[in-house]
């Protein structure tokens, strides 16, 4: 009750009175809606009383067919069981029993998938034991009777079959009433229901007591046929008493609306006829028929006269009581209809006083409540113009009751109080976080709330706006903070402008080491290089843009000298190695540098592209570089971008075109080396080494590297029907860049596929400076490449670093020595470290090719060092496909002479 009490206390004027004016109504409303409830009851107990009905039809149904079909096969079976042959049962007995067996089994297949039908969509979700066996037999019974007109099975075998069927169909029908008078018992007063439920069991329990007097004459009349021995005349008497037993309880129970229908049964011809004939075997007029005398004399036609007789008379008399028991049954169904019927027109008028009786409610609510809620409404308005932010005070005139006048006069008070808060509340969402009104503190919670949200977010800016102007690992300025600092010193006239220097540090080694010591090594280091560079950068400002990237901004008015010895100074301190918690850490960096004179107008991103221009000419030098970014280096970099620029649409057009230099080895074996060229229309050739290079400054060298690919597989494929070239093999150079793309061995596999080229027939070579400073990444990639079946190359070979170390990681197949050993023979030195490096390569078993052959001393040199290949000038200069083609022969002729006058003693 108390929760109650704490409700009622907490609702609303409004729902207070709809809960007074809803209590008497309710009560009504719960009643009316009792009677809907229980009238839908009714609704669904007659439902299902109708289904039982019709189920219970189907099975009655299925007892008249089902004896029927017993009566035209036992006839056939016993004619058969008595010595007829199939084809003579019918004329001896002038009877065609086939075709009446057809006719039996189609009629009780239909009452079979009938009663099917009707149990599939029965309302009851319980399994039915009897009826679920009993259409479970229909195959058993079909192949049966199938099998008797070729003697396959005797009268014994049908009997036996029938009578299982007998059984399950009588406790079907058990099982039928049952539920039905469980239904009626559900509806309650129904006492037309009722008198027909138990005339149609009364009339169930007729029939059947009328089939087992049927089967008991027959076993009188004709002892001889029957399948056990029993004694017929008592059974006959058994039988017949209870029989009149069961026509005297449908007397007794017979239905008002179906006791016309009892007295046409018993008036009825077929009645009487059945009446006479069972007198006359009571009363002996009729005998039994014996078959067989003592002399085995066969009286076969007497037997058939007999069972014609006892048919006829029995089939009428069924026939008769199964229209009784289908009108019983119908009567059922029509009692219940009417229940359901009328139960319905009450559910429904249940319902309409139900929504009658809810709209009075909301009438009456509505009206009792309107007389309150009109002054309320005031209040509601005035609370909803102070939560909008309108809280000017009201002149409103109060009308109403008295008790809320005091609700209206807490109103204005709390008008003033907001009108501070909001005027404080405006001057925070502004920012103006410095006014003195700010200071004051409005007396209440909310205003000491608002006090302390201020300080908080005075505290907070400032942590943002730290945060947003520094780098959170070095806790130097980040790149914002640094154009933020750089814009302010550059604004204002040119000629007032202070001069100022930008230096960009890139750290050179840092990818290795964070890759190798892990991340948290790599922050370290980081934040050991701001350090250094605060020492160093006393009265300047420093700060990290990302990465491994600095800056330092000298705003002081410095001379070229002092600004290089500062850079100085950095570079030293810088390459000082790092102790760190993973052992010692070796960095360097590069500087570039860029100054605004006196005068002169840079913007803050003009002056970081001119940096990083610097920076990346200091860092193609080598580490410890520091640039100055001066006019020269300027139109460098613009002459470059110009240069990427042609070489784009050059791509694009398809002006470059390869040319191929012969590799000629001891046993007259050669490739060659495909080799780049580009000449603009009406203009010069461009050497190789500036437009590859211009290249290699940006990702252009990608697409230039798969453009030399493509072109290179395309030759080997028109070679492959050339009687000269048709086994050659292609050598192509790769960018360093490009090793060190995980897309390399897939756009490779591409282009072998597209031409239809043999991989062994591409060698790819790599620079060996190139591909140590993405050796971890290329050693994956070229590792793939081996895995396709394409060879590889080392070019430069001795021009790099831990080049043994190369040869273990990658199975290579070729070295190239670099032309400049070769060309300088005449140095002790260079000789020696040639020797070597060709050494190495036979020991390892690898071909090694000495490049840049040009005399015939050289010739002598490489070939008596162990060379396998040789390539220079000195045998031919790179040429289109088609000279190469048509000199090929008298080239590999040379160079075979040549190895065989050095290689003889």
Known sequence: MAPVFLWFRRTSITTRLGALLLIPIVGLSSLTVDRAIERHHVVVVSRSIREDAALTARLIDLSVDLDRELDVALGFARALDSGLSPALVSPFLNYDLGSSLVESQESLGESFGALRQQREIHHFDEPLPAIDGLIAMETEITQIMRRIPSGENSATEVERVHREARALLLQALEIEIGDLWKSQAGIGDAVNLTAAIRTNEAAIDVVSAARLEAISISAYLLPEIQSEAVDAEIELAVVQSNLRYTLEVLKRDIAPSLTDELTGLLSSEAWKDYERFRDEVNGGSIQAVELQDDDGNVNLAGGVAMARLVHSTFSARTEVLTDFQAAANQQMVIEAGQIQAGAEASRRTALLLVLFSTILTVIGAVATIRSILVPLSELKDRATRISEGLIEPDDYEWVGPRDLDAVDGAFDDLTSSLGAVVR?????????????????????????????????????????????????????????????????????????????????????????????????????????????????????????????????????????????????????????????????????????????????????????????????????????????FDQSLHDSVLNQAALQSRLRIALDR?????????????????????????????????????????????????????????????????????????????????????????????????????????????????????????????????????????????????????????????????????????????????????????????DLELEVVAEGVETSEQVKWAIQAGCTELQGYFFARPMCATEVEEAMPTIQANAAGWFQAVSVP
């Not at 102790?579 to 100054?595: E, H």
């Not at 596999?749 to 140590?772: D, F, K, N, S, Y």
């Not at 081996?786 to 197949?813: E, M, N």
Request: charged share 25%.
């Open 424 to 628: 404080q509340a405006d001057l925070w969402a502004k920012g103006e976080l410095d006014n003195a009104e700010l200071n004051t503190t409005i007396a209440g919670p909310l205003g000491e709330s608002i006090h302390a949200s201020v300080e908080k977010l005075r505290q907070l800016t400032e942590r943002l706006e730290y945060q947003a102007n520094h780098d959170a690992l070095t806790r130097l300025p980040n790149r914002a903070a640094l154009l933020g600092h750089l814009e302010q010193n550059l604004t204002g006239s040119v000629d007032r402008r202070t001069p100022s220097t930008v230096m960009l540090l890139d750290l050179d080694g840092f990818k290795q080491a964070n890759d190798s010591y892990g991340h948290l090594v790599g922050d370290e280091v980081l934040c050991r290089v701001a350090d250094r560079l605060r020492a160093r950068t006393t009265g300047h400002v420093i700060g990290r843009l990302g990465g491994d990237e600095f800056m330092v901004i000298i705003d002081k008015a410095l001379d070229d000298e002092e600004v290089l010895l500062l850079g100085e100074a950095i570079l030293v301190s810088i390459s000082d190695p790092f102790v760190s918690s993973a052992g010692i850490v070796a960095l360097s960096t590069c500087i570039g540098v860029v100054t605004t004179g006196t005068g002169m107008w840079l913007s803050p991103s003009e002056m970081l592209q001119r940096a990083d221009v610097a920076l990346y000419e200091g860092k193609a030098q080598g580490p410890s570089s520091m640039i100055v």
């Open 654 to 842: 398809d002006e470059l075109e390869l040319h191929y230099q012969p590799i000629l080895g001891h046993n007259g074996a050669f490739d060659v080396e495909a080799l780049t060229r580009w000449r603009p229309a009406g203009e010069a050739p461009i050497p190789p080494d500036i437009f590859i290079a211009a290249a290699e400054k940006s990702d252009l060298i990608l697409d230039l590297d798969e453009w030399v690919l493509d072109r290179a597989c395309a030759q080997l494929a028109e070679w492959s029907t050339s009687r000269t070239m048709f086994n050659v093999s292609i050598s192509i150079n790769i960018s360093g860049r490009h090793v060190a793309n995980d897309q390399l061995p897939g756009r490779v596999a591409r282009a072998l596929e597209r031409h239809g080229i043999e991989p062994a027939r591409l060698l790819i070579e790599v620079t060996e400076t190139e591909l140590i400073p993405s050796i971890e990444q290329a050693v994956g990639v070229l590792s793939q490449l081996r895995g396709i079946g394409v060879r590889l190359a080392i070019d430069d070979f001795g021009t790099g670093y831990a080049s043994v170390a190369h040869l273990r990681r990658v199975q290579f197949d070729r070295i190239k020595i670099d032309g400049a050993f070769v060309s300088a023979l005449d140095d002790p030195t260079e000789r020696a470290i040639a020797s070597l490096l060709v050494s190495l390569g036979v």
